[in-house]
Every structure is written in C-alpha cells, then in structure tokens.
C-alpha cells in the first residue's frame, strides 16, 4: 500500500501553524465516519455522481477494452487521444508516469511493438499543424473523447482529423477511429452510429474528473501496452482501505480532514501537489483539475454563497526548488504542501568519483537516487523551520497498482473534504458558463441573444482598454 505521513502538519512540529492532529481527528471522527458510510450508501444512487466508485468493479468494460487493445495489436504506429480536461489529463498522467521516459522516441522495438500516444488537449493551432505534419495518420488511431459529443474544442480537432484521414483513406477511414461517448445521446454518438466507428462509453453519474478508471483512461492506456489488470487491483485494495471509516485507519479522510482544518483553521487555502520524480509531473496537472473544478463553488448546499476553494498548485521536484521554494519558506504563510516521494526507482544511476580534488567530491561515489531523496527531505525539514505546514505520499514503486492507488485515494479525498465544505462535489456551473459563451461567439444555433450581448461587452471592453 502507499503511505500517508502527516507528522509536518502537527502542532507539535510546527506550532500554531499547525494542526492538534490528535484533537482534530477525534473531534471529527463522528463526522467522517457519517461521510464515508453516506457515500458507499449513495454510490448506487442515480444522479448521485458516485458511479466512479465502482469503476474498479467494472469487469465487462476492462474485458471489451482488453479485446480492442489486442485486435488492433501491430496495426498502428500511432494512438493520437483527443479530449480535454478530463477526458486527457487521466489518462496523460497514467501513461507518462508508466511508460518508459520519452517513450514517443523510442524505437518499435524498444516500445515492445507498441505504437507511440499522443494527447492533443488543447486547440492551439500550431500545435495542431506540427503534430499533424510529424504523423502518418494512415497509421495512426484516433481515439476521440467527449460524452456530450459537444464539446466544442474535441469535436473541432475531430472534424479537421476526419477530414484529413477521408482525403487518405476513403470510406475506410472509420477503422482509424474509436470513439468514447455517452452510451445513447449526444452528437458524437450518433456520428458513430451512422459512420460505424468503434465505441467505449462514458459512463453516467461520472464526472470527467473522476473518469481516469473508465474506458476514457483505460483505452488509451491498453493501447500502448499498460497493464489494466493491475490498475483495478490497485482501485480495489484502496478502495477495500478507504471503506474504513475510522480516521485514524483511512488516509483519504485523513488528507482530507488536516486540508479542510488548514484551510478553515490556519488559513491555508493554497494546496500545493509536488512529486519528486519527472514520470509524475502530469499527476499534479490531473490533481489542479480534480481539486479546482470539485472544491471551487461559489454557493454550498443550503444556497450560503460562500466562493469557496483551495487553490491547487503544481510543482515537481526538485526542479521547482529553484523557482517555487523560496516564496513557500518566506512568503506568505498560506500553503499546505503535498510531497510525493518514490521509494524504489526503477533505475539506479551512480555518480562517478571524477572531481575528487574540488568541491564537488562529496557528490562523487553517491547516487542520483540518494540525492533526489535528499533534496526532499531537506526541502521538507526546511519548510517545517519556516513553520509551514507539509505532508508526504510515498509510493512503494512507480507502476499501475500503486499508481491506481494514488489516483484513487485523491479521488476519495476530494469527494470526503467536498461534504466537509457541504458543497456540491460534481458541479462545475463556472465551466458550464465559459462553454455557452463560446458556443455564441462562434455562431451556434440558439445563442443568439447571447451572442449578441456578448459583442456588445466585449467591445466597450475593447474602447475601455483603447483609452
């Protein structure tokens, strides 16, 4: 199992910046017992948006998307994933951090006959151009993802791709394309229907953020090779863990607990997810979204405005050492901050013994290995005498058991401080906003009005800025 260590956070260690851990956890052990019994009550529940608790459970969907992964086996070069925000960061995540680095370079026989994966999560157009100039989409297979089949920056890739790919393969194109959408609605679903695409669905009551365990993750994932048997036995171990509803046993209620505490106590709304290795860096991408978009509401349940949300923040390790670090020791004292520490590398890499004369000589004889483990704890140690607030995830290894471990937990985590705060978890009305907005700048039927409204502000916007 990964590990949970919360020493930082206490008062003991850093004084009234901290937390009674002790006090904290019995006060609020009533509490988080009632949430995680609500919550295994309610997963069944429809509309409820807990159905992504019983994705590890799923045996039908990982037996269809090990089927597809294997009848396409050898016959692409490339998996190029277009999706945004949740229907990407999971899965950019997962396969960066378990792929072997730079994968994409590597060569057929490297990457065990696997084809290269590509995430194209964004609609910037010479982003767009330059991978489609590098890509022989021949021999690439298009995995398109969007539930509501609307999305306006998913389905606009796809209309260029599958232009491109009927120019270069006819009616044929289709075997180039899976699509994971709604199970009946929506537009991408009946263009699947009509043209014959391959389908995953996305579940209903799943959130995109909380999707990275359903076929959305699960068959770019398959596709290049990853293990998925081993994914689901990393959920359901954890999710075996987190059923516990005394505190002292459950490390989701526990992070949980000392961020709400921080936050609400401390005033520690700033929550800052640091990984120290390179192959988890996109982990703290996929966190920003699953913490921003739960916890950032501007009313609770009983209709209180209350603009809450910790803000997430990412950093990797030890890069940002040298370009985060000293605001969190000397600024302003309004963080908590997550480590994530890997036990075991898959590589040992020594420093050789060449400068023995200089400086460096300490270095020589030494590991590379030893020295990341040494910069986290000494970045730790150093934030605990600045008396800011810090915790520490340690990963046995990095591979898709622990790694599903670790997605699950935060997925848990979110969903316990999410009743803590007594707000809606799955929402996202502030997103919601921003996409009817694009929809009438760019001309969709039934915006009108707005869009209309819209021209209108922004152009005084526009002679406000001009004088």
Request: glycine letters at 8%.
């Amino acid at each position: 199992m990964i590990k949970f260590e919360y020493a930082n956070i206490s008062s003991k260690i850093i004084g009234e910046q901290g937390l009674d851990i002790e006090a904290s956890f019995s006060e609020y052990a009533p509490r988080i017992q009632e949430i995680i019994t609500n919550l295994n009550m309610n997963k069944d529940k429809p509309g409820s948006w807990l159905q992504w608790m019983n994705l590890g459970y799923n045996e039908e969907t990982v037996w269809y998307v090990k089927e597809f992964a294997a009848m396409v086996d050898g016959r692409f070069d490339n998996i190029l994933v277009l999706g945004i925000g949740g229907s990407a960061l999971g899965g950019l995540a997962l396969s960066h951090a378990l792929l072997k680095p730079y994968w994409n370079l590597l060569s057929r026989e490297q990457r065990d006959n696997f084809p290269r994966i590509f995430f194209l999560d964004n609609i910037d157009p010479d982003e767009i151009t330059a991978l489609l100039n590098i890509l022989d989409l021949k021999k690439t297979l298009v995995n398109v993802i969007t539930k509501s089949g609307s999305t306006a920056e998913t389905m606009s890739q796809f209309m260029i791709i599958k232009n491109k790919l009927q120019e270069l393969l006819g009616d044929d194109y289709r075997k180039n394309v899976v699509a994971t959408t709604d199970k009946q609605a929506g537009i991408l679903r009946q263009l699947a229907n009509e043209e014959g695409y391959k389908t995953f669905v996305v579940p209903d009551d799943v959130g995109g953020r909380f999707s990275v365990f359903s076929a959305v993750g699960l068959v770019p994932l398959a596709l290049v090779g990853l293990d998925i048997d081993e994914i689901i036995k990393g959920i359901k171990i954890m999710d075996l863990a987190l059923k516990n509803t005394d505190i002292n046993k459950n490390i989701a209620a526990q992070n949980a607990l000392i961020h709400y505490l921080a936050d609400k106590q401390k005033g520690k709304y700033i929550s800052v997810m640091m990984p120290y290795s390179s192959r988890l860096k996109y982990v703290s991408d996929w966190y920003v979204q699953l913490w921003a978009e739960s916890l950032g509401k501007e009313f609770d349940r009983a209709g209180n405005k209350i603009n809450n949300g910790p803000t997430p923040i990412k950093a990797l390790g030890a890069t940002d050492q040298h370009s985060q670090i000293q605001l969190y020791n000397e600024g302003k004292n309004d963080k908590i901050i997550t480590f994530i520490r890997v036990e075991e590398f898959d590589n040992t890499l020594n420093i050789p013994n060449i400068f023995e004369y200089t400086g460096l000589n300490y270095l020589g004889g030494k590991s590379i290995n030893q020295l990341i483990n040494a910069e986290a704890d000494a970045t730790a140690v150093a934030l605990v005498d600045y008396k800011r607030p810090n915790v520490t995830i340690k990963l046995p290894k990095i591979n898709e058991y622990y790694l599903a471990q670790l997605f699950y937990m935060f997925e848990m985590q979110t969903a316990i401080i999410g009743e803590l705060y007594n707000i809606d978890t799955y929402n996202q009305p502030g997103v919601e906003q921003a996409k009817n907005y694009t929809y009438a700048l760019m001309g969709r039927m039934g915006y009108e009005e707005s869009a209309h409204e819209l021209n209108e502000k922004i152009g005084r916007n526009q002679q406000t800025a001009g004088l």
